[in-house]
């Protein structure tokens, strides 16, 4: 899992190519076509390679990307998540963002903890 602003296609790649699965937000202003809709909301698309990848050989990977909406102090703030699980029946679109958020609150709850530390020392 990764948070926003630290995806690319090297980070899909790698992950892929690592055999590991990966759920990633991506900043507000990337958008992704829409290839296939799936029924739980979420839908099938691409992540191009950057150009010195493409130069390389590479193209592009399918991913599975899931929008939602998220009410924090009175305004919608919309997320987006791209993962490689593509399996809507084991991996709902609803059960990963959960998931995702719940990373970020633990996140969260250990920086808190590792700033007292460091203001106790």
Same mark, same amino acid.
């Given at each position: 899992? *990764?948070? !926003?602003?630290?995806?690319?296609?090297?980070?899909? $790649? #790698?992950?892929? =190519?690592?055999?590991?699965?990966?759920?990633? !937000? &991506? +900043?507000?202003? &990337?958008?992704?076509? &829409?290839?296939?809709?799936?029924?739980?909301?979420? $839908?099938?698309? *691409?992540? #191009? +390679?950057?150009?010195?990848?493409?130069?390389?050989?590479?193209? !592009?990977? +399918?991913?599975? &990307?899931? %929008?939602?909406?998220? %009410? %924090? =102090?009175?305004?919608?703030?919309? $997320?987006?998540?791209?993962?490689?699980?593509?399996?809507? #029946?084991?991996?709902? #679109?609803?059960?990963?963002?959960?998931? $995702?958020?719940?990373? *970020?609150?633990?996140? =969260?709850?250990? %920086?808190?903890?590792? =700033?007292? *530390?460091?203001?106790? !020392?």
């Amino acid at each position: 899992m *990764w948070d !926003r602003g630290l995806h690319s296609f090297l980070m899909v $790649y #790698a992950a892929i =190519n690592q055999k590991c699965h990966f759920l990633g !937000r &991506v +900043p507000a202003h &990337v958008k992704f076509e &829409v290839v296939k809709a799936f029924d739980d909301g979420s $839908y099938l698309s *691409w992540i #191009a +390679p950057d150009g010195k990848s493409k130069k390389k050989g590479a193209t !592009r990977i +399918p991913i599975r &990307v899931i %929008e939602y909406i998220i %009410e %924090e =102090n009175g305004t919608e703030k919309v $997320y987006r998540l791209i993962t490689d699980l593509m399996d809507i #029946a084991t991996f709902p #679109a609803l059960l990963l963002a959960q998931e $995702y958020h719940q990373r *970020w609150e633990a996140e =969260n709850i250990l %920086e808190s903890i590792a =700033n007292q *530390w460091k203001q106790q !020392r």
